[in-house]
């Protein structure tokens, strides 16, 4: 699956500019749950300067925003937004992903997770909207209705709609709520109102009443111990164990790089490991 099949990555500006800058660093800064004081020793300032920042009393220089936006780990989208609402330029570049500048970064991606087969890995934006996935997700997703698999894919939908892989997910209560959990980490970290949006449609979707759980042809689950919450899925009448793992890009410096995360699915059993590589053999 191309890594330009289903669209490109972005979340959209959560917060508007014409707020002034000092609000929506307050924002950050108590989202943060960080004292004025605080913050202040760790951006070599003043209590007393941030607080005439927050208050509009005192405009801060292009080089404060941004430590005071390093120290509070705001997103490099975020970053702009706050750049725009004191009066600068946006720093950080949003580089469409079929961009040729961008060329060395998707051939790497799609080499890390073909790389990564026969076990499942997939790329997502900041939405879990799925950018490029290998034929470990392929098998995973066989089967589903054409409408779920309507570009633009998303992996949030995928796996909890009730006409995708949900009813097949055998340990539903435990992965549904883990799922919904890493959301509300997204949401508080990025301020996203597009994830919100998402968030709401997908933690609104019935939960199956009858899942793969109770199946007689299902084999029984291993006894083994797992080391993180596995997902346990129904596969042609097998249960597959996986843990997953998200990687995102270290000090990224444009947008469109810094909301990118490529996941991969770990086996978390031998009998996992042993049936996907029976698959290519």
Known sequence: MSLLATGTPGSGSAAPADRGVGPLLRAWRERRKVSQ????????????????????RSRPSEEMVLRLAEHLDVPVRERNTLLVAAGYAPRYRETPLDDPALDALRAGMERLIQGYEPYPALVVDATYNVLAANRGITMLLADLPESLLAPPLNAMRLTLHPEGLA????????????????????????????????YEEV??????????????????VEAVPHFALPMLIEHEGRTLSFVSSISTFNTPMDVTVAELAIETLLPADPATVKYLHSLVN
């Open 37 to 56: 004081l605080e913050l202040a020793l760790r951006a070599d300032s003043s209590a007393r300067h941030i607080s005439f920042v927050e208050t509009g």
């Open 167 to 198: 009813p097949r997910i055998r340990n539903l209560p435990e992965w549904r709520g883990h799922l919904l959990a890493q959301m509300e980490r997204q949401i508080a970290l990025h301020r996203s109102a597009p994830l919100r949006t998402l």
């Open 203 to 220: 933690a609104a979707y019935p939960v199956p009443e009858t899942t793969p759980e109770t199946a007689p042809e299902a084999e029984p």
